[in-house]
């Protein structure tokens, strides 16, 4: 994809479903609109930035022939603060673009808490 997903752009090459094998699925306390500080899961190297949580997406333990994939929680997000998104692209070439390319894909277990 060409798209700007953290998840796709930062950790190439790990499976979205796979990375979560050893995580339990649980229940959230996040709603739509909230804005909340993610980790990346890349490395502790790319600090942690604020986002926006838009859409929730709870996909389900999946078989596809002799592949089982785990269920997994996450949000469509967009990053929030400009000089979060200039220092992400300037440092670590991530290819966001602020004002229009600031979509993401964020894990629950990525946040970290909860801003007010």
Known sequence: MAESYVANVV??????VTR???KQMKKTTYKTGDT?????LAGKAIPHVHVRL???HVIKKRKFGKTEYPGYIG???E?????EIIMLKKRY???FHYPNDTKTFVFDDEIIY???
């Open 11 to 16: 950790v190439a090459g790990s499976n979205p």
């Open 36 to 40: 909340v500080k993610i980790k990346c």
């Open 114 to 116: 909860k801003i007010n």
């Open 54 to 56: 838009l859409k929730k």
């Open 20 to 22: 979560s094998i050893y």
């Open 79 to 83: 990053l929030i603060n400009k000089n």
């Open 75 to 77: 949000w469509d997000a």
């Open 93 to 95: 070439q991530i290819p």
